[in-house]
């Protein structure tokens, strides 16, 4: 069950990351078009700032390690990370099932502690409850979205369909007729094998279709002069040089994943209108004004026709908006678009990259890092209250080996745990306290090489496989004081730091006392301890 809920966590940031992202784009670029008008004209920027707010949902999936990030991380200590996994505790519960524990036996006053622990148990067990049940309401809540936003996609795909069952396919002979195609047109539409289709519909002309599009064309284009025919399956035509259907059909599956996010339609709607504009202006490339205003009347009864089709599924030559068209036929007296700069370029793509990189460095801040600790902590970790985290003994962890598992070269298990590291890295004193033995350790056969031992109330700390000691036996040292180097002295393969925990004649697991320590294990080693010990 724990998976089914870690995705359902990830995919909950992953709306926050996308919804977030979305905004900054839909600002930025907001911004620029002001600075850049040319921006309108450009598909390649609106395509771009789609994929990279998809691609920012993205970001709670990918395997994180240790990064930068503007916000520190929020982990969950073994209680908290207890009570995610088991809601459900009976830890106090009454008989009714109260969720708020209680303090069974007596009618006597509780003392202050007593209410104090009561108090943090029932904060636990809400915020575990929220940590649970927000995800859980996201999935219900998305799954509802989704299937809406399918069912609008799958009636539209119905009505793209009826409409080309009712329409039929031109011979070759009926296109040389037609009177809507030259020679050059004709000859293109040879090689392609694309296919043309009339209806009786009053449509657009129009491509339907991702893969292989077909060309939709209305009969009542018949009535229109042969250069405004001609104009139209110019656009069209170039419409399919350039994959633009393909670059519609990308947009509509983001829309539809990310249903929740608007920006996502804002930037869709920002491309169409850069393809119809790029399209305008390759039809027009060196035509006189005349033609140009032919063109624009053709648009504009194309109009009324487009207005009444469904949306989605199918790229028209009058695919806008009514209060768009005089904007359009404003670009069409132009005759060229403006151009964008190489610096302009390259600040927009920076934007681009600046949303990623700031969502990347977000994540330990809004991630709970659930997936390791829900699954790695061990069970005994959960009946007894963990005591309080130590000092790690090395500036950058690497966990090689852990607690238990028995290895290639012993068929014991592991009395502490192994952290890799370069010869000669400073360690640091998990805890304050006593030294007890500091050089080499007949212990254990001489197995431990140079060693040093801490003495911390009723425990002890080990540090085996030293190159080098700095504190002698009797010395006071404090948390963090630096206490010798890692080497590969006594029975080591390589340079690492084994570091073992005793109390009470025993060790004990190191995890129980240092933080985090599945977050930078190796993969070798968090495999080899699942396969032994099962989590």
């Known amino acids: 069950m724990m998976p089914v809920y870690v995705m359902m966590f990830k995919w909950l940031l992953a709306g926050v990351s996308c919804a977030l992202a979305g ?23 609106w395509l771009a700032a789609q994929l990279v707010v998809a691609g920012a949902a993205l970001l709670p999936f990918l395997p994180h390690g240790e990064q930068i990030s503007v916000a520190p991380a929020v982990t969950l200590n073994a209680r908290q990370s207890s009570a995610i996994r088991i809601l459900a505790l009976d830890e106090g519960a009454d008989a009714h099932g109260d969720a708020r524990p209680s303090v069974h036996a007596s009618t006597a006053p509780r003392d202050a502690a007593g209410e104090a622990a009561v108090d943090a148990q029932w904060r636990l067990r809400s915020m575990a409850a929220l940590a649970v049940g927000l995800p859980i309401l996201w999935a219900a809540l998305y799954a509802c979205g989704l299937a809406h936003a399918l069912a609008r996609l799958l009636r539209a795909r119905m009505l793209w369909r009826r409409l080309l069952v009712a329409a039929r396919v031109l011979t070759p002979r009926e296109l040389l007729a037609h009177g809507a195609f030259s020679a050059d047109q004709l000859s293109e539409i040879g090689r392609s094998r694309l296919a043309v289709m009339e209806t009786e519909a009053a449509v657009s002309p129009m491509l339907i279709g991702l893969r292989r599009p077909i060309l939709l064309l209305p009969r009542h284009l018949r009535e229109f002069g042969a250069d405004q025919q001609q104009m139209i399956v110019a ?25 929740f996010n608007p920006a996502l339609r804002w930037l869709a709607a920002r491309m169409t209108w850069a393809l119809e504009l790029a399209c305008d202006q390759r039809v027009l490339a060196g035509r006189p004004q005349q033609q140009r205003k032919r063109y624009a009347a053709a648009l504009l009864r194309q109009w009324q026709a487009q207005a009444a089709m469904p949306p989605g599924g199918g790229l028209a030559f009058g695919g806008i908006h009514g209060d768009t068209i005089a904007a359009r036929i404003l670009h069409m007296q132009k005759t060229s678009l403006p151009a964008l700069g190489t610096a302009a370029a390259w600040t927009v793509a920076a934007l681009m990259a600046a949303v990623l990189a700031a969502g990347a460095m977000l ?38 080996g852990f607690f238990g598992v028995r290895r290639a070269i012993s068929d014991k298990p592991h009395p502490g745990i192994d952290l890799a590291a370069p010869k000669g890295t400073p360690i640091h004193a998990a805890a304050a306290g006593t030294v007890i033995a500091a050089g080499e350790l007949a212990e254990n056969h001489g197995r431990y090489g140079t060693s040093v031992i801490i003495e911390t109330g009723a425990r002890q700390t080990l540090y085996a496989h030293l190159n080098s000691v700095a504190v002698k036996p009797g010395d006071r040292v404090t948390a963090g004081q630096s206490i010798g180097t890692v080497g590969e002295t006594g029975f080591a393969s390589g340079p690492h730091l084994h570091f073992e925990v005793r109390q009470d004649d025993r060790t004990i697991d190191p995890a129980t006392l240092l933080a985090g320590l599945d977050a930078h294990a190796t993969r070798r080693a968090l495999k080899a301890r699942r396969q032994q010990q099962g989590y």
């Open 363 to 400: 994540q330990p801040a809004l991630a709970f890092n659930v997936e390791r600790q829900a699954t790695a902590e061990p069970a005994a970790a959960d009946n007894a209250a963990p005591a309080a985290a130590w000092r790690q003994p090395l500036d950058r962890m690497r966990v090689s």
């Open 23 to 45: 905004l900054a784009m839909y600002s930025l670029l907001h911004a620029a078009q002001r600075v850049w008008p040319a921006l309108a004209a450009r598909r390649a920027v």
């Open 235 to 259: 656009h069209e035509l170039h419409h399919w040089r350039a994959r633009d259907p393909l670059c519609l059909g990308v947009s509509t599956v983001l829309q539809t994943v990310f249903w």
